[in-house]
């Protein structure tokens, strides 16, 4: 579980991130919702420690993670950057392995090879293990990095636009596999552009503009006034099976 | 444990590695032992053993004591450090052209040695019988070139600390450092009279030949624990081979192992230009012919280089002194005449780690 309690934060003097106060419980999957400038890539940020809040406090399982090693952190909180170029690529097998840094001292071991070796099985990535990651499509790098992140064996998940530059086809697979590490009690949390997908796939939102939170709950929060004065565009909302989908008008 | 397929595969594509490991090591050692014989005094395997032994006659025991031993270990120490500093370079600024002189080092350590040269009197120089310019009271020269390097860091330091250690404000730095330091000796080569001139000019010339055993010991003492210290965060610098983000994300302090890593190359590449003087192309090329034959993934990429850069400057420094022999080449030339054809020849052949698998 990790707690929100009202943290601010600004680059040079510009206030990003205003009094943002929420709790993300074990195994939910939450999607962090927003136009763009909002403040979701800071919050992610901030929840993954890369920045520091200026004021309020983050708690993983009622610890402050100001009072946590980085490693200490690395081995509960995994994140899966936006895609990168690589300049120097590695191995799909190593860049799995690599892991396992927040456990290695000297070097990893069979144990963190075997961790490996099994997490690449699961998530049909055998075929490509000794690829350099530069060399695989879209939606199979994102699939490692994932690999990487559950090589961590940590208990949150945190993703910046896992989707991002996917055709359809890989952001449901992508998603799809988000959802099934949820059911095995990972907490995800991820930024997201894409609304309709996130309504598909997700069960939790926060959805926040200008550095404040705006919305949070599950599908019930979704009303065209919200979507309107959030992202300054006309929207229509159709529900249908339980299912909503938000079209521009 | 049950091997799994993957791990079967995975166990191979390493052990191809380390037998790259070993056949660079070999490569050395088979290198080392002919730099021992070849050159203007010829030594036999033979001679070598008894003087090993304590048998040898007094000349090929001053030759291979005190020029050939000294000479060999300076080839095998200096092509590590620049080597793996290289690597490393290149690593944490994210940029195939890092090198150990990126961060203009070797403009400051010319800049130092001029400096000595013109202040202390260091370069009353005069022209032996074999037409060498030798550099009395080398020792001010090397402190000087030392300590300016020192400085050229320094500022690096300074910048990051205010700036932040990202690769750009680092890679900025070093270029204005390099134009700032080759501004300075170019005006002191201005004023400089003749006899200072060829002194400055004779001390950028990379030369092996320099250093004796103290120069040696001084060396390890530095060369060692930063080969250690890169060879123990191989994978921190893998961590920060896949982005700043994901590597604070995997327990990875980037902006401490950056500015550490800079100062400990800074240092080992100080202690190798300082003694012997500049030399090019091991700390660009070789990291980049290492990664062509077996990837980039630092537990192997690390000692790798290290190997290999001692072997390419050992070799060059066989070729230094048996190309124009009796003349002996400064092997700074060397090093650039031989690394760019064979790099070129390994880019256009295609070799890559790809193809080792």
Request: proline letters at 4%.
């Amino acid at each position: 579980m990790i707690e929100i309690n009202d943290i601010y934060f600004s680059y040079n003097h510009s206030p990003v991130i205003k009094g943002i106060t929420h709790r993300f419980e074990k195994g939910s999957f939450s999607a962090i919702l927003g136009p763009n400038g909002s403040g979701k890539t800071t919050l992610i940020r901030l929840l993954n420690h890369i920045l520091k809040p200026l004021s309020g406090d983050i708690l993983l399982n009622g610890i402050s993670l100001n009072k946590m090693t980085i490693r200490e952190i690395a081995r509960e909180i995994a994140y899966v950057p936006q895609f990168q170029y690589n300049v120097f690529p590695s191995t799909v097998f190593d860049t799995v392995l690599l892991g396992r840094n927040p456990y290695i001292r000297w070097s990893p071991g069979s144990g963190d090879r075997k961790i490996t070796s099994d997490i690449l099985e699961k998530l049909h990535l055998s075929e490509v293990a000794l690829k350099d990651i530069n060399q695989l499509s879209g939606g199979q790098r994102q699939r490692v990095f994932i690999a990487r992140a559950l090589a961590q064996q940590p208990s949150i998940i945190i993703l910046d636009e896992p989707t991002a530059n996917l055709d359809i086809r890989y952001q449901n697979e992508v998603l799809e596999l988000l959802g099934k590490l949820r059911q095995a009690g990972i907490t995800i949390i991820m930024a997201i552009h894409d609304l309709n997908q996130a309504l598909r796939y997700c069960p939790e939102f926060l959805i926040i503009d200008d550095g404040r939170i705006v919305a949070e709950g599950g599908l019930e929060v979704f009303d065209e006034q919200l979507i309107e004065s959030v992202y300054k565009i006309k929207v229509k909302i159709f529900r249908e099976s339980g299912q909503i989908y938000i079209l521009p008008r | 444990m049950i091997e799994t397929e993957v791990l079967k595969k995975y166990n191979n594509y390493t052990r191809k590695r380390k037998s790259y490991l070993w056949i660079v090591l070999i490569l050395m050692l088979v290198f080392a032992v002919l730099g021992i014989s070849v050159g203007p005094s010829k030594v036999s395997m033979g001679d070598f053993l008894s003087v090993i032994s304590g048998y040898g006659d007094e000349t090929k025991n001053q030759i291979i004591f005190n020029l050939r031993l000294p000479r060999i270990l300076a080839a095998i120490l200096s092509g590590a450090a620049l080597s793996v500093s290289g690597v490393v370079m290149q690593s944490i600024l994210r940029n195939p052209l890092g090198s150990p002189f990126t961060l203009g080092l070797s403009n400051a350590a010319a800049f130092g040695a001029a400096l000595a040269v013109i202040l202390f009197g260091a370069g009353s120089t005069f022209s032996s019988n074999t037409d060498a310019v030798i550099i009395s009271n080398p020792y001010i020269t090397t402190i000087s070139a030392f300590f300016w390097s020192l400085v050229a860091s320094l500022l690096i330091i300074i910048v990051a600390r205010k700036k932040g250690a990202t690769p750009e404000n680092m890679i900025l730095t070093g270029i204005i450092a390099s134009t700032l330091f080759t501004a300075l000796t170019t005006g002191l080569q201005y004023i400089a009279d003749d006899i200072q001139l060829s002194a400055i000019v004779f001390w950028t010339f990379g030369d092996l030949s320099k250093g004796g055993w103290k120069e040696l010991l001084i060396q390890s003492l530095i060369i060692l624990p930063v080969l250690l210290y890169f060879y123990y965060n191989r994978w921190n610098y893998n961590a920060i081979d896949s982005g700043d983000e994901a590597a604070h994300s995997l327990g990875t302090n980037t902006p401490a192992l950056r500015l550490s890593g800079m100062i400990a190359a800074s240092l080992a590449t100080a202690a190798v230009v300082s003694f012997y003087g500049i030399i090019a192309f091991v700390g660009l090329v070789v990291p980049h012919i290492v990664r062509r034959i077996i990837g980039s993934n630092e537990r192997f990429l690390i000692p790798g280089a290290a190997l290999s850069g001692s072997a390419f400057l050992l070799g060059c420094d066989i070729l230094a002194r048996t190309v124009i022999s009796p003349m002996v080449l400064p092997v700074g030339i060397i090093t650039s005449l031989v690394g760019a054809p064979l790099f070129i020849f390994l880019l256009m052949r295609g070799i890559g780690s790809s193809q080792w698998k």
